[in-house]
């Protein structure tokens, strides 16, 4: 399993445009921005729906089935759709995401379009293209799901994005799952009184604990942060930070290997 992040920053990106925050001027500096995030699974799943074109050098024409975690507009953008049926793809897609999805995908669809839609809520499992995909619940403010996909070669992906700290049924859900990758919401960074279904550096360490001691997270698990923002530290005092926890911070384009390709 080859596992593409389109994206690893929140819904404003990193930087932000319109902040001049020490986070924000020092990834200026650098040149470096992150898409709100996204994922792509050996170019045959997407995951979420970001509304920022993907890097220049990824195709999307081979994806078969696009999982959508919530309808919040970085995550669930259906120009994407409507930029598919301009270039007349004619391979049936799946699109699949909870109800408020389906709602928010729906009118940007033509009648003849060859587009599954299939509501998915948590407990559910749902099987194309040769992968496997647990349907687990969120701690978020509208209706939000995490996947746990298993790859046609055994390669196991968590995407855990949004949420707060996970819910019980999640943690018991994920016991002995010992993934491959892991790929964990971390927002706030150091601004710890949000308020809101998402995660910081204080409520991340914490969840990758309650992870480990399920066996859900082991020692050979590439746990990659994303959802991204600028309340963050700057990128590399953020890695220095999140490499103490057992954690990665990436480049939006990179590319992680799961199963057959570790």
Known sequence: MRVTLL??????????????????ADSRRRGTT???TS???????????????????????GVGAVLVTHDHADHCAPLVLLARQWVRRHEPLTVAGPPPVLDAVRPWLAPDDPVELVPLAAG????????????????????????????????RLLYATDTGPLPEGTIAATRGAAYDVVLLEETFGDHLDHGTG?????TFPDQLDRLRAV?????ATDV???HLSHHNPPAHLLADRLAALGARLVPDGTTVGAGALL
């Open 39 to 61: 994922a792509l699974v050996d170019d045959v799943l997407l995951l979420d729906l970001s509304p920022a074109p993907p890097p220049p050098e990824v195709f999307l024409g």
């Open 215 to 219: 066996g859900a997270v082991t020692a």
């Open 124 to 155: 559910d499992r749902i099987d194309r293209h040769g992968y496997s995909v647990r349907v687990l619940a969120a701690a978020h403010e509208v209706a939000t799901v995490l996947f746990d996909v298993t790859g046609p070669d055994g390669g």
């Open 34 to 36: 992150r898409r709100p």
């Open 7 to 24: 994206g690893t920053g929140s819904a404003d990106g990193w930087p932000n445009p319109w902040c001049g925050c020490p986070s924000c």
């Open 198 to 202: 998402h995660l910081d550096l204080s």
């Open 224 to 226: 990659v942060a994303v």
